[in-house]
């Protein structure tokens, strides 16, 4: 009998060890929180009166669901570390966690339909809201898809001592960011609004105010400029415009080869653009025309190209020798140069295989957030998304404001993150990149080659250029 009852004992633990934590935990008791009936019979927690450090907020209580949080505060008497939101929750009324001082993590069950976690850190579902960091995060990486910073997300969060505002971000509640360990910030040039005491403001005698020392880097005119200006902080004017290279920097070395990435590195590029085919193979190249005839003095289409005999065809150009090289030896490196890609698809069409490929080859050298693939072609757009690419959309014969702003559209109807102008920069105007970064889409130009169109692109307040020269702004 006894042989038995350990047998059992052993297959319970064994299948309890199989739940991951966040099941098996026990919950905090409901009758430890207070409640408010609301309209339609459902219960929204008001207070919490027990000592638990790890808090399960209640999906039922006496047989009603409990569906709202009055605010996250009300578990301040508490020493929480950890609060558990499940499915239920549909609204929480304030996200302020300013006064928790020992939470470290928020975690959101995967199926509610309303609120999101990513590091412990609470965002609305779609994660484009940040709304709450524990004050015990020491770091925090924001994602792309971030639109607004909720007031008091980072407050009294004194252990952050950097933090990377991405280019997504237009909106920045008032003490976002109050009482951090953050003595610096750069902020994109398109954020829309700032709230009081969102940066550079500590505890003064229990009273806010700006310390004169905290640096707000941004571009010039922006409204991070007209915050540190207002507020007294410190300003560091930015160009904020991405260089990227064409084809890599080729002065000295033939165009879009290994050889032309190290010219880019040389000239201390972070960002350099390559073109890319598929081949019937199902391999990837880098590699710019269709046929090898002026590179390689052999009258053969590029598609043929494959691992076997790729080597047979050595580049020749202007007395310079180099090799074709294959998608993965740019990427691999890319990334030992910590060098940015952008890379122009030149097939009309890519098989799914091929989209597969390119990302399991980015990830492979951790490289899928430090990559963006484009296209002419809008009919591929979709399969590069459906990879998990960073996607842009190149347009490329274009004559008026209208045709502009409808690839714009094109863009946005296909997720696609920015888009690439082919013309020179006095194309794009206030507009067109004002309507582009409404809908959250970087706007730019390639054959930009002389420092007026450059700073033309600048004074539009666009987002990067492409060029063949090493341009000195």
Not at 150 to 156: D, G
Not at 421 to 440: C, D, G, Q, W
Request: proline content about 3%; overall charge positive; charged content about 20%.
């Amino acid at each position: 009998m006894k042989k038995i009852l350990s047998a059992l004992t052993i297959s319970v633990l064994i299948i309890m060890s199989a739940f991951p934590a966040f099941a098996v935990t026990a919950e905090t008791k409901g009758s430890d929180f207070t409640y408010s009936k609301m309209p339609n019979g459902n219960l929204k927690i008001t207070g919490y009166n027990g000592l638990d450090t790890v808090i399960s907020v209640p999906q039922t209580y006496n047989n009603r669901k409990v569906t709202v949080i009055k605010s996250l505060d009300v578990f301040s008497k508490a020493k929480v570390t950890t609060i558990k939101i499940y499915k239920n929750i549909k609204r929480i009324g304030n996200t302020n966690v300013s006064k928790l001082n020992g939470l470290k993590t928020i975690k959101v069950s995967a199926n509610n339909l309303w609120y999101s976690s990513v590091d412990g850190v609470l965002y609305n579902k779609i994660k484009t809201k940040l709304l709450a960091c524990p004050v015990k995060r020491t770091a925090v990486t924001i994602p792309k898809t971030v639109t607004d910073i909720s007031s008091n997300a980072f407050k009294n969060c004194s252990s952050i001592k950097s933090i990377s505002v991405p280019t997504s971000v237009k909106n920045i509640g008032s003490y976002a960011f109050y009482n951090t360990g953050l003595t610096k910030v750069t902020l994109p040039k398109n954020i829309k609004s700032i709230g009081n005491y969102a940066f550079g403001a500590y505890e003064m005698e229990s009273k806010p105010e700006y310390n004169s020392s905290f640096v707000i880097s941004s571009s010039k005119n922006s409204v991070g400029h007209a915050y540190a200006k207002s507020n007294g902080l410190k300003f560091n004017k930015l160009i904020l415009i991405q260089a990227i290279a064409h084809r890599g920097d080729y002065i000295d070395a033939i165009p879009d080869t290994l050889q032309a990435l190290d010219q880019a590195k040389e000239k201390g590029y972070k960002y350099s653009e390559f073109d890319i085919w598929e081949t019937y193979s199902g391999d990837l190249f880098v590699f710019h025309d269709s046929n090898l005839k002026y590179q390689c003095n052999v009258d053969k289409s590029i598609l043929s190209i494959n691992m076997s005999n790729y080597k047979k065809y050595p580049l020749k150009v202007n007395n310079m020798t180099a090799y074709m090289p294959t998608v993965e030896q740019l990427v691999s490196k890319a990334a030992s140069y910590n060098i940015q890609l952008y890379l122009h698809l030149k097939n009309s069409s890519i098989s799914s295989n091929g989209a597969k490929k390119l990302y399991s080859i980015l990830k492979k050298y951790n490289m899928t957030n430090k990559v963006r693939v484009f296209s002419s072609h809008q009919n591929i757009l979709p399969l590069l998304k459906k990879a998990n690419l960073h996607t842009g959309f190149l347009f490329v014969i274009f004559k008026t404001e209208k045709e502009l702003m409808n690839a714009v559209d094109i863009a946005y109807k296909n997720r696609c993150e920015f888009l690439i102008t082919n013309n020179y920069a006095y194309s794009l105007n206030e507009n067109v990149v004002n309507y582009s970064h409404e809908k959250n889409i970087d706007i730019g130009s390639y054959r930009i080659n002389s420092v007026k169109k450059a700073k033309n692109l600048i004074k539009l307040n666009a987002d990067f250029y492409i060029s063949n020269e090493s341009l000195s702004l």
